[in-house]
């Protein structure tokens, strides 16, 4: 079952002593069997704990991932458009390259986080602790919501990170946080 799309799933009379359950995903529809904690099971979803998990280039597109812990995680290129990552912390984690447009991140921290090159346009980052990530270059903020505690602590950076050139949304982090 590693790798399975099992939103929605009912898998309440199933045995899963055993089962890969790595990189599956589950949503808070997902029914379990008695007993079961899909939380430590290496699967994604609500709660799980994936401390320094290599999930590079993921599609995980619309995941309600609250509750969940990434401290560490490696999510470089990965896909979070419209994921809900509400209050938890990515501290540490790996996330150049990543997609999260339209992401809510209401109170999510990112502290010593890699945002090099991340697609923040159109996020929801009202109380999200972004001032105390490692780097910025790149990463464009266009049309964030919430952005406004920070914006004068992140266009503080050096000129290296905040005139750094994203091709992909063909602007750079200054001209995206004004």
């Known amino acids: 079952m590693c790798r399975c799309d099992l939103r929605g799933s009912d898998l309440s009379r199933c045995t899963l002593e055993g089962a890969d359950l790595r990189l599956a995903l589950y949503d808070s529809q997902t029914h379990w069997p008695e007993g079961f904690n ?4 290496g699967a994604i979803g609500p709660g799980a704990q994936l401390n320094g998990i290599f999930l590079n280039n993921a599609d995980l597109r619309g995941m309600d991932l609250r509750g969940c812990n990434l401290m560490g995680a490696y999510l470089s290129g990965a896909d979070l458009s419209g994921a809900c990552l509400d209050g ?3 501290a540490a984690a790996d996330l150049r390259k990543a997609v999260l447009r339209g992401t809510s991140c209401v109170g999510t921290r990112f502290g010593s ?9 159109g996020a929801d980052l009202t109380d999200a ?7 910025i270059n790149g990463a464009d903020f266009s049309g964030c ?29 200054r001209s995206s946080l004004s």
Do not use: M, V
């Open 88 to 90: 938890i912390s990515l």
């Open 129 to 135: 602790a972004l001032d105390t990530a490692d780097s």
């Open 38 to 41: 899909p939380k430590t099971s």
């Open 113 to 121: 986080c890699q945002l090099d090159f991340a697609d923040f346009r």
């Open 145 to 173: 919501q919430g952005l406004d505690p920070t914006r004068q602590a992140l266009l503080s950076r050096g000129a290296q990170e905040l005139d750094c050139w994203n091709p992909l949304t063909r602007s750079n982090t």
